[in-house]
Nanobody, 115 residues
């Protein structure tokens, strides 16, 4: 059974930074393209960043230049560095694999940005 555990969220002021982590267990993590998603209240879950098994990255336009995705395959962990936080970044953040059936979703980690 694959388990995803997200952590690192919190309450921060606009302009601040956070580093989110997502640890995967029960699977071969390294071969998968991984993504960070977020879901704000009343909105659909959206993909904000992705990283291939080889380390190539891609970002949603709304976060380019502020978010950085990375991975440590030895630790089965994917990270999301978030800088210059904006109020509209407030959401629950999740990770999962892309381009194939998703693993069971984790509980996510809440990011709340105060103005």
């Amino acid at each position: 059974q694959v388990q995803l555990v997200e952590s690192g969220g919190g309450l921060v002021q606009a302009g601040g930074s956070l580093r989110l982590s997502c640890a995967a267990s029960g699977t071969i993590f390294s071969v998968n393209t991984m993504g960070w998603f977020r879901q704000a209240p009343g909105k659909q879950r959206e993909l904000v960043a992705a990283i291939t098994s080889g380390g190539s990255t891609n970002y949603a336009d709304s976060v380019k230049g502020r978010f950085t995705i990375s991975r440590d395959n030895a630790k089965n962990t994917v990270y999301l560095q978030i800088n210059s936080l904006k109020f509209e970044d407030t959401a629950v953040y999740y990770c999962n694999r892309l381009y194939t059936s998703p693993w069971p979703w984790g509980q996510g980690t809440q990011v709340t940005v105060s103005s």
